[in-house]
C-alpha cells in the first residue's frame, strides 16, 4: 500500500540543475523521516540527503552547499533541488521511507523500510 514514486530526472550538463519529487501515498506522510539516495552503476547506494517529521534537515558532503531537500506535507511530496550538478552525480536516484518521524544517524539502508522505483540522472561535461 505505501507507495513512493519518483520523477524528474534526466540529462542535464555539469553545472545544470534538476528538480526531483518523489509522490508518497499509503501512510501518513508528515509523520516520518524521508530520504533521498543514489547509486551510480558500479558503486554502493549512498544517502544523499535526509528530513525528518519535524522538517529539520540532513545533507551528505557530497551535497552540502548545492543540493536542498524540503517536502510539501499537503501535497505528500518530497522534493530535491540539486543545483551545480557535476558528472560524479550521474546516479538513479531514489526516496525511501524512514522507520518513524526521526532520521537515523547515518544513511544506512536498513533504516528505511520502503523504497520508489528510482529516477535516473545523468550529468555530462
Known amino acids: 500500500q505505501v507507495q513512493l514514486v519518483e520523477s524528474g530526472g534526466g540529462s542535464v550538463q555539469a553545472g545544470g540543475s534538476l528538480r526531483l519529487s518523489c509522490a508518497a501515498s499509503g501512510y501518513a506522510f508528515s509523520s516520518y523521516c524521508m530520504g533521498w539516495f543514489r547509486q551510480a552503476p558500479g558503486k554502493e547506494r549512498e544517502g544523499v540527503a535526509k528530513?525528518?517529521?519535524?522538517?529539520?534537515?540532513n545533507y551528505a558532503d557530497s551535497a552540502k552547499g548545492r543540493f536542498t531537500i524540503s517536502k510539501d506535507n499537503a501535497k505528500n511530496t518530497l522534493y530535491l533541488q540539486m543545483n551545480t550538478l557535476k558528472p560524479e552525480g550521474t546516479a538513479k536516484y531514489y526516496c525511501a521511507r524512514g522507520v518513524d518521524r526521526y532520521c537515523r544517524l547515518g544513511y544506512r539502508s536498513n533504516d528505511y523500510s520502503y523504497w520508489g522505483q528510482g529516477t535516473q540522472v545523468t550529468v555530462s561535461s
Open positions: 528530513i525528518d517529521g519535524y522538517g529539520s534537515t
